[in-house]
């Protein structure tokens, strides 16, 4: 069982920038593909960037693409959610996620086994 921990999350205004983190435990990390998701208030889940084991993959979706760039440094067992040019339609509760596979194709969200709590990120207009 792997244990998720998200920090980096807070106030931002529009244009800012935040970078998230994502501590893991408890599982090898190496070996899995690791991604991040947020909900809005009032809104579903949805995905927002993914990495594969090794960092040689990535996946965004298009609401964020040119704008988040996820990274993860395997030695310090963490990834990374580099967030640029925040809109205020970016507010939500973050959430890292790791895979129960390596991340070598575009996951679906089944693919997502454990969750961290979550990290709240606000950008004002």
């Known amino acids: 069982q792997v244990q998720l921990v998200e920090s980096g999350g807070g106030l931002v205004q529009a244009g800012g920038s935040l970078r998230l983190s994502c501590a893991a435990s408890g599982r090898t990390f190496s070996s899995y593909g690791m991604g991040w998701f947020r909900q809005a208030p009032g809104k579903e889940r949805e995905f927002v960037a993914a990495t594969s084991w090794s960092g040689g993959k990535t996946y965004y979706a298009d609401s964020v693409k040119g704008r988040f760039t996820i990274s993860r440094d395997n030695a310090k067992n963490t990834v990374y959610l580099q967030m640029n040019s925040l809109k205020p339609e970016d507010t939500a509760v973050y959430y890292c996620?790791?895979?129960?596979?390596?991340?070598?194709?575009?996951?679906?969200?089944?693919?997502?086994?454990?969750w961290g709590q979550g990290t709240q990120v606000t950008v004002s207009s």
């Open positions: 996620a790791q895979m129960d596979s390596d991340g070598s194709s575009w996951p679906a969200e089944a693919d997502f086994v454990s």
